[in-house]
C-alpha cells in the first residue's frame, strides 16, 4: 500500500510518496520501508506507482528504467503523449518483459472465477443439508446448477455495469485460435481442480465467454492492479499537466488499463491537488470528508431514505398519495446530498485552491510532504487492516518549465 500527492499550479508541481512496501506471504504479512515510488522518467517529467510494485511479475522500477531509456532522443508535445507512450512501450516490449506472464495473468483471474463459484457451490450445499436432503445426487445437482447460474449471473451484472474498452469494440475476438486453446486449458486445468463437480464442457466454454467478455471491459482487479501517475511537462506544455492510471496486467494482446484522471493547469484552473492510493486523511483535510466516508454517508441516507418512503406510504390508502409522498421524499433527499457535495467541494475551491495557486514550487513541496507525512502518522497509531501500510521517509520532487525535475527530499541520498 501507498500514499502519494501530486501539487500543481503555474509555477511548476510537486510530488510526494512514501516508502512503505508491504509483503504478504501466507497470510503473514511484512511492511519495508525502502520501496522507490516516485521516479523520474525524464527531465521534465515523473511518475509516482502504487499498488502492485510487480506489473505482470515485473518491478515496476525496471519497467520505469527500461521505458527512460527507451525514451531517450525522443520528445512528445505533451504529457498524455509520454503516458500514451508509455502504453505502446509496455505492448511493443511485451514479449520481451512478460514472456510467460500474459498466462499467469489469466490464469490468476481463472483460479479466482473458480474459487469464487466454489464456495457458492459449498454454501448451497450446506443449505440443503439444514433441509435434511434425502437424495445426495439430486441435491448437488441441483448446488451445481444454481451455483453455475449465480456465477453466470453475477458476471453479466458485472459485464453490464463495466464499459467495454474502446480498443476492444471493432473486434469482438480478437483471441487467436493458439490462445483460445491455451484460455480453454487453463479453464479445464482450474475448472478440475477447484471445481470436480462442474458437470459438462459446456459450462465452461459459456464461463470462458463471460470471462472473456468481462476482460474486455474496463473491470480492473483490485487485488493485483499497478497505479501509476505521470505529472510533468511537454514540449509545448507551458504549464504542468497530470495524467493518472490503472492497470492490471495483459489480455489478448492489449494492456488492460483506465484512466482515473487527465487533469492540467491552464487560464481556468490555477491550482490542482491530486492526492493517490491511500488518499482518506488527505481528502479529510482538503474537504472535510473522504471518499469513503461520502459514500458511506451516501449509503446510509439511502437506507434511511427507504424506511421513510416505506413508513409514510404506509399512511396513505390512496394509490396517487402515496406515489406523490414518495416522489417528494425521493427529491428532498437527492437535494440533500447534492447540496451536501457541493457545499464540500465549494468550500474547497474557496480555501484551498486559491492559496495553493501562489505557492512557489518549494512550498508546495513542503505541502506535498506534510500530507504524506499525516497519513504515516494515522497509520502509524490506529490498529487496523492498513496499519503501518503508509510510512517510512518521503520523496519529494518538484518540477518546473526552465529548470525541469530536481529533488527536494530523495532516501538515496541522489
Not at 150 to 169: A, C, N, P, V, W
Request: proline letters at 3%; aromatic letters at 10%; hydrophobic letters at 40%.
Amino acid at each position: 500500500m501507498s500514499a502519494g500527492i501530486c501539487i500543481m499550479n503555474k509555477f511548476g508541481l510537486a510530488l510526494a510518496a512514501d516508502s512503505a512496501c508491504t509483503v504478504t506471504i501466507s497470510g503473514k504479512r511484512a511492511v519495508y520501508n525502502t520501496s522507490r515510488k516516485l521516479c523520474p522518467i525524464t527531465e521534465s517529467i515523473a511518475a509516482i506507482h502504487y499498488g502492485n510494485a510487480m506489473y505482470m511479475g515485473v518491478p515496476i522500477g525496471i519497467i520505469f528504467g527500461l521505458f527512460a531509456k527507451h525514451l531517450e532522443g525522443k520528445r512528445f508535445d505533451h504529457l498524455r503523449e509520454y503516458a500514451d507512450e508509455f502504453i505502446h512501450f509496455l505492448a511493443e516490449k511485451a514479449q520481451m518483459l512478460f514472456p510467460e506472464n500474459e498466462g499467469n495473468y489469466l490464469e490468476n483471474q481463472v483460479y479466482q472465477l473458480f474459487d469464487w463459484l466454489n464456495d457458492i457451490h459449498d454454501e448451497l450445499l450446506e443449505k440443503a443439508k439444514e433441509t435434511n436432503e434425502d437424495d445426495k445426487a439430486r441435491t448437488e445437482a441441483n448446488a451445481a446448477q444454481e451455483a453455475i447460474k449465480k456465477l453466470h449471473d453475477k458476471l453479466k451484472q458485472m459485464i453490464g455495469f463495466y464499459t467495454k474498452q474502446e480498443r476492444y469494440q471493432d473486434d469482438d475476438d480478437p483471441l487467436t485460435e493458439e490462445e483460445n486453446r491455451e484460455f480453454l486449458n487453463i479453464m479445464h486445468n482450474w475448472g478440475s481442480k477447484i471445481c470436480p463437480w462442474l458437470p459438462r464442457d459446456e459450462e465452461i466454454l459459456d464461463i470462458m465467454g463471460d470471462l472473456d467478455e468481462l476482460l474486455k471491459t474496463d473491470y480492473l482487479d483490485d487485488d493485483i492492479f499497478t497505479g501509476i501517475c505521470f505529472a510533468g511537462f511537454g514540449e509545448k506544455d507551458l504549464y504542468p499537466a497530470a495524467l493518472h492510471i490503472k492497470t492490471d496486467g495483459w489480455y489478448s494482446d492489449q494492456v488492460r488499463y483506465n484512466v482515473e484522471d487527465d487533469i492540467s493547469i491552464n487560464s481556468e484552473s490555477d491550482a490542482m491537488i491530486l492526492p493517490l492510493a491511500q488518499k482518506d486523511v488527505m481528502e479529510t483535510i482538503l474537504y472535510g470528508i473522504s471518499d469513503d466516508s461520502l459514500r458511506a454517508l451516501r449509503y446510509a441516507m439511502k437506507k434511511n431514505k427507504e424506511t421513510a418512503i416505506e413508513a409514510a406510504s404506509k399512511m396513505f390508502r390512496s394509490e396517487k398519495r402515496k406515489k406523490e409522498i414518495t416522489g417528494l421524499m425521493e427529491n428532498t433527499f437527492k437535494k440533500v446530498e447534492e447540496q451536501y457535495s457541493e457545499l464540500l467541494y465549494k468550500e474547497f475551491d474557496k480555501t484551498f485552491l486559491p492559496a495553493t495557486s501562489f505557492l512557489a514550487p518549494e512550498d508546495m513541496a513542503g505541502f506535498a510532504e506534510s500530507m504524506i507525512r499525516l497519513t504515516s502518522m494515522r497509520r502509524s497509531i490506529v490498529v487496523d487492516d492498513d496499519s503501518a501500510t503508509v510510512g517510512g521517509p518521503v520523496d519529494v520532487a518538484i518540477i518546473t518549465k526552465c529548470d525541469g525535475f530536481r529533488w527536494v527530499k530523495n532516501k538515496e541520498g541522489v
